[in-house]
C-alpha cells in the first residue's frame, strides 16, 4: 500500500533520541521562503529550553498512530514576529503540501482575526480540492478559529469537562462553532512517558489545550485513510459513527459538562441588530447583503438566521426554527462567545423573542418588516426602530432596500454613541 504523507504544521520538531526514526524530512519558513532542514532539522538547544510543541505534537501523534506506513514531514513556520507574519509563512507551508501532494495536515496554528480568513479559506480550498485531509485545532480560548471551523477541515478541540475518557470523544453533527470533535486531552506526561527515554519531558510541559487533540485525531485518520476511506466527508462519516457520543442538536448546549453558553450574569458589549419579518418572506438575501455592507466597512459582523442552511464562511448561522424560542438569548451568547463579532444581527419570529433579548440588554436597533398594518405597539416600544412596508417598497430591489436599511443603521449607530 502506498505510504501516507503527513505534515506537521507547527514550530519544529526537535531531534532526539526517541523520535529519530520518525521524521522524514524538516523545513523551515522565513519571510516567506521554505527552506529545507535535513532529515531531522535541528539539534535542540539544550534541555532547559524544554521541548518544541511541534515535537509534543509529533509524540501525540506516534503515541496514538497504529500504521507504520506512513512518511512525517515537519514545517516550522514561527521563525518570525507578528500575526500577519505567521500568516503568510502558513500560507507558504500551504502551497509546499500542495506541491508536494501531501495527503494529512496537522494544524494546531490558526486565527481568530477575520482579516485573514478569506486569504486562508482561499488557501485551503486548494488543498481539499486536491484532496488533502486537514485537522486543525480550535483556538485555546474557544473562539471562531480559521481554518478549523471550516466545512471541509475537521475542526477539533479539547474536552473541557470531566464526562470523556482517555481515547474518547464527542462528535458534534450540527457544529454551530465548525468544530466537529471534542476529545479527551489530559496528557499531563504521565501517558507518555514511557516513550521518552531521555526522561527530560516535564509533566507542566504537556498541560491540557486544544492543540494536543489535533494529533489525536490526526492519527485516527491515518488508520482511516489506511483502510481505504478517503475524502474528508467520509472521513468525518467514519468519525462520527465511531464516536462515543453524538451531539445532533444545536440546542443542546451541555453534553457531557462542555457547556456552550456564556455566564449568565456576563455581560455581552456587541451592538445587536434585532429583525423581525411580520410580511412572512424570505428575508435571508437582505440579511447576507446587509452583513457583507458591514464586512465591507471592516466590522466583523455574523448573522443569525431561521431560513436555510448555516455558512459559516458567510457569517450566517441558522437556528432551528420555532415559533417563539425560549432559548434565543442562549443562542445569541453562544455566539458571542465563539465569534467575538463585532456587530450581531439576529432574526427573530415572535414579539416574545424581542422582549427577551431587550430585558437583557440586547436590542439595540429593530428592523421591521411589515406587509399590511404596522403593529402599533411595537412601534411605540422601540426608540431605535427601522420599520419597512414591503408592499409600499416593493418597487426597491434587494439591494437598494438593504443599502437603505443599512444607511439607517449607520445613521442610528451615530446617533447612539
Given amino acids: 500500500m502506498k505510504r501516507i504523507k503527513v505534515v506537521i504544521i507547527d514550530d519544529g520538531i526537535d531531534r532526539v533520541d526517541f523520535n529519530k526514526d520518525r521524521i522524514i524530512e524538516c ?21 532547559s529550553t524544554g521541548f518544541r510543541h511541534g515535537t509534543l505534537c509529533e509524540e501525540v501523534f506516534a503515541h496514538f498512530v497504529h500504521t507504520y506506513e506512513y512518511d512525517l514531514y515537519s514545517i516550522n513556520i514561527f521563525e518570525c514576529e507578528g500575526e500577519i507574519n505567521i500568516i503568510d509563512n502558513l500560507l507558504e507551508a500551504i502551497r509546499w503540501c500542495i506541491e508536494n501532494k501531501v495527503e494529512v495536515i496537522n494544524m494546531s496554528i490558526g486565527t481568530t482575526n477575520f482579516a485573514y480568513f478569506k486569504i486562508i479559506e482561499e488557501a485551503i480550498e486548494l488543498l481539499v480540492k486536491q ?10 480560548e474557544n ?31 450540527k457544529a454551530i ?61 467514519e468519525l462520527l459513527v465511531n464516536a462515543n ?17 456564556l455566564d449568565s450574569d456576563e455581560e455581552i458589549q456587541m451592538p445587536n441588530i434585532v429583525i423581525y419579518n411580520e ?19 471592516n466590522y466583523n459582523s455574523i448573522a443569525i438566521s431561521r431560513i436555510g442552511e448555516s455558512s459559516i464562511e458567510n457569517g ?21 462567545k465563539f465569534t467575538n463579532p463585532d456587530i450581531l444581527i439576529t432574526e427573530v419570529l415572535h414579539i416574545n423573542e424581542i422582549q427577551q433579548l431587550k430585558e437583557n440588554g440586547l436590542v439595540d436597533i429593530v428592523i421591521y418588516f ?36 443599512y444607511n439607517r443603521c449607520i445613521d442610528l449607530f451615530e446617533s447612539i454613541n
Fill in 27 to 47: 523545513y523551515n519558513v522565513k519571510n516567506k521562503k521554505i527552506s529545507y532542514l535535513g532529515k531531522h532539522g535541528e539539534e535542540i538547544s539544550g534541555s
Fill in 131 to 140: 484532496g488533502a485531509i486537514i485537522v486543525a485545532a480550535e483556538s485555546n
Fill in 143 to 173: 473562539r471562531l478559529t480559521y481554518p478549523a471551523c471550516l466545512p471541509k477541515v475537521i475542526g477539533v478541540r479539547c474536552s473541557r469537562g470531566v464526562g470523556l475518557r482517555p481515547n474518547e470523544y464527542i462528535y458534534n453533527v
Fill in 177 to 237: 462553532d465548525g468544530i466537529e470533535v471534542i476529545a479527551f486531552s489530559s496528557y499531563g506526561g504521565k501517558e507518555l512517558e514511557h516513550k521518552l527515554t531521555d526522561g527530560s519531558l516535564l509533566v507542566s510541559e504537556m498541560t491540557k489545550c486544544n492543540s494536543f487533540t489535533a494529533p489525536f485525531i490526526t492519527a485516527k485518520v491515518c488508520e482511516l485513510i489506511k483502510r481505504g476511506i478517503r475524502g474528508v466527508e467520509d472521513i468525518k462519516h
Fill in 245 to 261: 457520543y453524538i451531539n445532533d442538536s444545536i440546542d443542546k448546549f451541555i453534553i457531557l459538562g462542555e457547556d456552550y453558553c
Fill in 279 to 297: 410580511a412572512e418572506i424570505n428575508i435571508n438575501i437582505i440579511i447576507e447583503s446587509l452583513r457583507t455592507y458591514f464586512i465591507e466597512d
Fill in 316 to 336: 450566517i448561522y441558522v437556528l432551528e426554527r420555532n415559533d417563539s424560542d425560549i432559548y434565543i438569548l442562549d443562542k445569541v451568547k453562544m455566539l458571542y
Fill in 370 to 405: 411589515y406587509k399590511n398594518e404596522i403593529n402599533k405597539d411595537l412601534l411605540n416600544s422601540y426608540e431605535n426602530l427601522i420599520s419597512m412596508n414591503l408592499i409600499e417598497r416593493n418597487n426597491l430591489s434587494d439591494q437598494e432596500r438593504t443599502r437603505l436599511i
